[in-house]
């Protein structure tokens, strides 16, 4: 899988601390993925952007409980 880059910055894994990469998921999905676990949340889009999609999963992604 080809790594995409990202303007925002991924937060570590929150159960290993691992790296984290967004990821093409076929056309219209994107996948963020712990490079060390391999963790992921997975998404596709059908009506809005992949643009959209890129920011609510790295949004989602850094999202942590405190």
């Not at 999905?29 to 712990?34: A, D, F, L, P, S």
């Not at 952007?49 to 999963?57: I, M, T």
Request: proline fraction near 3%.
């Amino acid at each position: 899988m080809n790594e995409i880059e990202t303007n925002i910055k991924l937060k570590p894994c929150p159960f290993c601390g691992g790296e984290a990469g967004m990821f093409y998921y076929g056309s219209n999905g994107r996948i963020i993925k712990c490079k060390k676990c391999f963790i992921q949340k997975r998404q596709k889009v059908l009506r809005k952007s992949v643009e959209w999609l890129e920011n609510e999963l790295i949004k989602d992604w850094n999202n942590r409980v405190k």
